[in-house]
């Protein structure tokens, strides 16, 4: 039986994802504030949606991690592409946020959802060439 | 060459966790001098847009505004604040020789509504004396701004119908001028009539800023252009001494603080990334100098299969070369990834104005950070490399026996 071995874009792909989604949960969400009528204003739904594509992208780069055959990888790889596109445009984009660039939805939220996403864009692609080749031999 | 490519290739390879924490170490490196010189650009950058934006030779606030920074506040930080003084100082300002042009400007912070809003600065001006704010909204705006008409700040998002209401006064959202890295761009600019309504409905939904002040008969400040052949400091002297409870301060002053605070955090900043660039470079001198200490006897078996010394030292070169590219690569692209959209915050945090420089800048220091950290790279690779041809291959061979 063939060894499963874990490479270096497995291991760089489930930290970065990880981060991303403590990031959504404890140190990037947006500010706690409720409006006037009691309800929560968009950018914390923008929060929820983040955390939540977040959740889903961490599970697949588990999924990635432990499975072992270098096609499904690569396929996996593929499919947090679209996960980190859809991350990246629902701040602003998606769920409009705060008036203020200063504000912590804007500040902090939107950098964090831009700066994720974009490192597991290049860690698939490099992951889904590894696997390629991985996968040719 | 191909063959000594192949076989730092294998030799990287075979050693991953030795690979990856000299990879590591460049990246951080790479991190560390480009990540700091985009802040310092973008210092300098800021520091040059609020130059050119102050443009006024004096700027005349009541005492009690220069006293609490409240002016500084606004113009660096974009933090709303308002102070007023009787109009009559104007014309007073106006009279004395050596002005120029004297031109008001009005003050009004916005009440900090539900949703997705928060306390904005409206600056009220004239058009027909301004000289500032004008010149700078014609480079996006060519249309004149009538009454109810306001500009922007490019930190401020616009609606979807591109209207603003403030104080029940609904105003149409004329342009949005160019990010200047300072505080105006958290601003919202209105001619005095726009103003005025506002704050008549203030006074109705019952605020009372304007409580002990005739809206009518108020200004915050005033800048003034020094007429040719007069001295900016003996126009400032004469003003704050005719000009009763005003105090006017020379922007020059207002920028040569700023720049002393500039120069004071990108002095850290370049300190750091030289102390940065001196230990990795050491760091990977030691540790280029153990591993080839340790490889000694494969470099001996080398040359007895017909390696040069040559062959040997661009060996070590090749090894060296694709560590710090990799490195530097990462390293550098992970620092863009993160400094430029976080560029927000890192500004409001050193509370200087704080300006990104552009594409071809930002791509010219990537490029001299990947540079600065191959240098290192390449540097400790020759200091290494020529170590191994001090050793006598025999000598070698039979210690290793």
């Not at chain 2, 802040?39 to 220069?66: K, M």
């Not at chain 2, 004071?264 to 990977?284: C, E, R």
């Not at chain 2, 620092?335 to 560029?343: A, D, G, K, N, T």
């Not at chain 2, 291959?393 to 026996?401: D, H, K």
């Amino acid at each position: 039986m063939k060894q499963h071995r874990i490479g270096a874009t497995d291991i760089v792909l489930l930290v970065i994802n990880v981060l991303f989604l403590l990031g959504m949960l404890f140190w990037f969400g947006p500010c706690d504030h409720v409006k006037e009528d009691g309800s929560f204003m968009n950018c914390h739904w923008a929060g929820v949606v983040l955390a939540g594509i977040a959740t889903v992208m961490t599970v697949i780069a588990l999924a990635h991690l432990l499975i072992p055959d270098a096609g499904m990888k690569a396929g996996l790889s593929a499919a947090l592409v679209p996960c980190s596109v859809f991350a990246f445009i629902v701040p602003g984009n998606l769920i409009s946020l705060c008036m203020m660039n200063t504000m912590r939805c804007r500040a902090v939220m939107t950098p964090a959802a831009i700066a994720c996403p974009v490192l597991v864009i290049i860690a698939a692609a490099a992951d889904i060439v590894v696997q390629l080749r991985r996968k040719a031999k | 060459m191909i063959f000594s490519r192949y076989l730092s290739v294998k030799n990287l390879k075979r050693k991953p966790a030795r690979t990856a924490a000299l990879v590591i170490l460049t990246a951080f490196l790479a991190f560390a001098i480009s990540g700091g010189s985009v802040i310092v650009a973008s210092l300098q950058n800021g520091l040059s847009s609020y130059r050119s934006r102050l443009g006024a030779d004096i700027v005349v606030v009541p005492n009690e505004a220069r006293s609490k920074g409240t002016l500084d506040d606004i113009l660096l930080q974009g933090i709303p604040g308002y102070f007023y003084m009787d109009s009559s100082k104007l014309d007073k300002i106006r009279s004395i020789e050596g002005v120029e042009i004297a031109s008001p400007q009005f003050y009004l912070a916005t009440s900090s509504a539900g949703c997705c809003s928060t306390s904005v600065q409206i600056i009220g001006f004239d058009p027909d004396t301004d000289f500032l704010i004008q010149p700078w909204i014609r480079e996006t705006y060519s249309g004149s701004i009538g009454d109810y008409d306001l500009i922007v700040g490019a930190n401020i998002s616009i609606p979807v119908n591109g209207k603003l209401t403030f104080y029940n006064t609904e105003c149409r959202v004329a342009a949005q001028p160019d990010q200047t890295g300072t505080g105006l761009d958290s601003a919202i600019y209105a001619n005095m009539n726009t103003i005025k309504e506002m704050m008549r409905s203030a006074d109705t939904l019952g605020f009372n800023y304007f409580s002990d002040v005739d809206a009518d008969h108020a200004v915050s400040s005033v800048m003034v252009k020094v007429a040719d052949g007069y001295s900016v400091d003996d126009v400032a002297g004469d003003i704050n001494i005719h000009v009763r409870r005003v105090e006017a301060t020379q922007a020059k002053t207002m920028v040569s603080s700023i720049a002393g605070g500039l120069l004071g955090v990108s002095a850290v900043i370049g300190v750091l990334i030289g102390l940065v660039w001196v230990l990795a470079f050491i760091i990977l001198l030691v540790a280029f100098t153990m591993i080839t200490n340790e490889r000694t006897k494969e470099f001996a078996i080398l040359r007895v299969v017909g390696a040069s010394q040559k062959m040997l030292t661009a060996l070590i070169r090749t090894e060296s070369v694709m560590i710090s590219a990799g490195g530097a690569v990462i390293g550098t692209a992970l620092s863009c990834v993160i400094v430029i959209p976080f560029s927000g915050i890192i500004g409001s945090r050193l509370g200087l104005p704080y300006l990104l420089p552009c594409a071809l800048q930002i791509c010219l220091i990537a490029a001299g950070s990947v540079a600065a950290s191959m240098l290192a790279g390449l540097l400790t690779s020759f200091i290494s490399g020529s170590r191994i041809r001090k050793n006598e291959t025999g000598l070698v061979l039979r210690e290793g026996a």
